[in-house]
């Protein structure tokens, strides 16, 4: 199976793992995020 940084690297675009680790993060604060408001009840 190819990884998202593979397809990114064919495109000419370098190494992307560091961007991929970051945008992993973001998604998991967003999701702890929206998890907090629909648990608030507001």
Do not use: H, W
Request: aromatic share 8%; no cysteine; hydrophobic share 40%.
């Amino acid at each position: 199976m190819r990884t998202p940084e593979a397809t990114f690297e064919d495109l000419g675009y370098g190494n992307v793992s560091e961007l991929m680790q970051l945008l992993e993060e973001v998604r998991k604060l967003l999701e702890a995020y929206a998890r907090s408001i629909l648990d608030s009840g507001s």
